[in-house]
């Protein structure tokens, strides 16, 4: 009997030998969380919209092979609930769905009828609003968590460096979008919201490796934003038949085979020379039509509104008929315009615009503000100028609710994914005479003050 009871014993000893200890852990610290200080409006149609959005998340999550991604929408309820989860690549089956539970059941405690709110845990991320998201890849936000003490020698702060780096470049391209890696004594792994693109990624992973790199020699780092996160750390956080081999994917494309080499050459030489013609043909295009916009459409962490054209605008509005106009406000008339890919859009027409500083503020704001998107804002598409005359294109909105924006003064506004920053945004004008004083002021209260 004993010889048999020893044996069960070193069984069950070797059996939770084997479990990795990776393996029955949701990573439930949480990272970074917020809510949104609007409520939603019918709150109890909402929440019941959101608890069917967290039902399905859950489902699908749960689902096999689905990849620790998931998205889920109740778009046509009374109060529209848009939801989105995520688990890191290696946290995956049960630990996931276990993360998923902890990280809904605080955006339930703490944002309560909240119209937006985001729970960043270690191993997951559970985000919601009123509108879609998805897209979203950078915001304003954007944070580092580092942690730990520093690790004593240089090697390892070049060594976290370089993995960071490595990342940033290959999980673009990586399926998935996520990977972890291992060098030089650091673990690493970077994910991008699946739904961000490749280019989204690429643009959120570089400004997250930002941020991380400034945690070395710290043992521990982290970086936080709407589309992706970044993790290291001098001790392994996954298990290790979950890394990649990045080289795969820092090496764009090269080939082994002559023909292929020998062809992409050829190909290249006439790809180069195609490449040359429209760069040419778009700068004298550009040079005739556009006029200089500043750093208006720059690569900034903030995407830039769209710039159109001041012709297709003109179209649009049917050259600002009176029969589309919209209402007039005291710095400009709005007129509803249909785009030619059927969009309809708003079109605010100012004439006044002095001064080089006034069009600099210009540039710089409508850029901040295209870039918040609020269900009690209306959102700013993009902009367009021609001599003096500037117009700015917002959404459109049939139910009236336009007015108050386009004709109105101040809104305060709280995004849930603006990381607790307070943003007054005036889209009104102070004008004397004929010289507008300011565009818009945005004036940011708290830790973030993207405008001075
Ligand atoms: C949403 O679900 C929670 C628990 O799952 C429940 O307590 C709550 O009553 C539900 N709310 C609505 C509006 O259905
Ligand atoms: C999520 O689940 C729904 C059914 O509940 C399914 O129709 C949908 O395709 C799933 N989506 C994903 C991304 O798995
Ligand atoms: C990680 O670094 C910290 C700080 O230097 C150190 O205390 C810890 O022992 C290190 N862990 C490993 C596994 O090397
Ligand atoms: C990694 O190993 C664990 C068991 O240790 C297994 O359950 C899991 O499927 C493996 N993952 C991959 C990607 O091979």
Redesign the pocket.
């Known amino acids: 009997m004993a010889p048999l009871i020893l044996v069960a014993a070193l069984a069950l000893a070797a059996a939770s030998a084997w479990v990795p200890r990776t393996a029955a852990d949701p990573q439930t610290t949480l990272l970074n969380r917020g809510c949104s200080q609007y409520n939603a409006t019918p709150a109890v149609a909402f929440l019941s919209a959101l608890n069917s959005t967290f039902e399905q998340l859950r489902a699908n999550l749960s689902a096999a092979g689905a990849g620790g991604f998931a998205t889920a929408a109740e778009p046509r309820a009374a109060a529209p609930a848009f939801g989105m989860a995520q688990c890191r690549p290696y946290v995956t089956g049960r630990d996931c769905v276990a993360c998923f539970d902890a990280a809904a059941a605080r955006l339930r405690r703490d944002c309560g009828a909240a119209n937006g709110g985001r729970v960043i845990l270690d191993g997951c991320v559970v985000r919601y609003e009123s509108a879609t998201f998805y897209d979203q890849a950078t915001l304003p936000g954007n944070t580092q968590l580092c942690d730990?003490?520093?690790?004593?020698g240089g090697g390892f702060m070049d060594a976290a460096r370089a993995l960071i780096a490595d990342l940033a470049a290959a999980v673009p391209r990586a399926p998935g979008l996520a990977a972890a890696a291992t060098s030089g004594g650091v673990y690493a792994a970077a994910q991008c919201v699946a739904t961000v693109g490749e280019a989204g990624c690429a643009q959120c992973l570089n400004v997250a490796a930002g941020n991380i790199g400034g945690c070395p020699p710290n043992?521990d780092g982290r970086a936080v934003d709407a589309g992706c996160f970044m993790r290291y750390s001098?001790?392994s956080f996954f298990p290790a038949n979950a890394t990649v081999d990045l080289a795969v994917y820092l090496r764009s494309g090269k080939s082994s085979r002559k023909g292929a080499i020998i062809g992409g050459i050829l190909g290249g030489v006439g790809f180069l020379f195609l490449v040359g013609l429209l760069t040419f043909i778009m700068i004298r295009r550009s040079r005739k039509i556009k006029p200089r916009r500043g750093d208006l459409l720059g690569a900034t962490e903030l995407r830039g509104p769209t710039s159109f054209y001041y012709h297709d605008l003109k179209v649009a509005t049917n050259s600002f008929s009176e029969k589309g106009k919209l209402g007039e406000g005291g710095f400009g008339d709005v007129y509803k315009g249909l785009l030619k890919n059927g969009k309809t859009v708003a079109v605010k027409r100012l004439i006044v615009m002095e001064t080089s500083r006034a069009k600099a503020d210009f540039e710089s704001e409508v850029k901040l503000i295209s870039n918040v998107h609020h269900r009690n804002l209306v959102r700013l598409l993009g902009c367009s100028r021609k001599g003096s005359e500037f117009l700015l294109v917002y959404e459109y909105m049939a139910n009236g609710s336009l007015d108050k924006f386009l004709f109105g003064m101040c809104t305060q506004i709280y995004d849930s994914l603006m990381f607790d920053a307070w943003y007054v945004i005036c889209l009104g004008f102070r004008a004397s005479n004929k010289h507008v004083k300011k565009i818009f002021s945005i004036h940011v209260s708290g830790s973030y003050h993207l405008i001075p």
């Open positions: 730990g003490s520093a690790v004593p043992s001098n001790r």
